[in-house]
């Protein structure tokens, strides 16, 4: 379970949480929740998207379970500094969509006071770190990494398995698209799409 750090009114530094996991994990459930405890205590929040993340809403970060909370979609990270002065805490919803300049909008944040808690794929589909996630992980105070189930084994799933026929490294999908899988599924499908 993760306890939020407490806060130190003499230190002015913020700090990262980074959520991660695969697919279907509870990614955006958690960083939603999270969100909601920080508004519950009156602190003002922003959560961010990025603009291409239009699944379920244009404007709502939403969960599998259709959890959701009002967000702001942006092109690219670095509107993310300029929206979120004033804010205590900071929350990104599928940070690994996001360019580089992520790390350093995040630690920028944190050095300001700030709050931030990013949510986002760890691995793409190919079973390889995703994007600017590595080096999220790296820098964050807390990392906490989450499992779905295996569709086929029952035991806990770290991959997302893509079950077309597409190359492409971003493609946004469901469980049309996707499935989580453990290592062992994982290997086993991989092999398979090899073969064929």
């Keep these: 379970m993760f306890l939020e750090n407490t806060v130190n009114h003499k230190e002015q530094f913020g700090w990262i949480e980074v959520i991660c996991g695969s697919m279907f994990s509870g990614k955006t459930e958690e960083l939603i929740r999270r969100l909601k405890r920080a508004q519950f205590a009156k602190q003002k929040i922003e959560i961010f ?78 079973g390889n770190p995703f994007g600017p996630m590595p080096a999220l992980m790296a820098t964050a105070e807390y990392v906490t990494k989450v499992h779905a189930v295996c569709t086929r084994t029952g035991n806990l799933a770290h991959y997302s398995f893509r079950k077309t026929a597409n190359d492409k490294l971003v493609l946004l999908g469901e469980t049309e698209e996707y499935e989580p899988l453990s290592r062992a599924a994982y290997f086993d499908a991989m092999q398979k799409n090899q073969e064929e």
């Design 49 to 126: 998207k990025p603009e291409v993340d239009t699944r379920y809403h244009q404007d709502m970060v939403v969960s599998h379970d259709a959890n959701e909370i009002r967000s702001t979609p942006v092109p690219a990270a670095a509107n993310i500094a300029i929206l979120a002065q004033g804010c205590d805490v900071v929350g990104i919803d599928e940070a690994q969509f996001f360019d580089d300049e992520i790390v350093r909008v995040c630690n920028d944040l944190a050095n300001q006071g700030i709050r931030v808690i990013v949510a986002g794929l760890d691995m793409d589909f190919k």
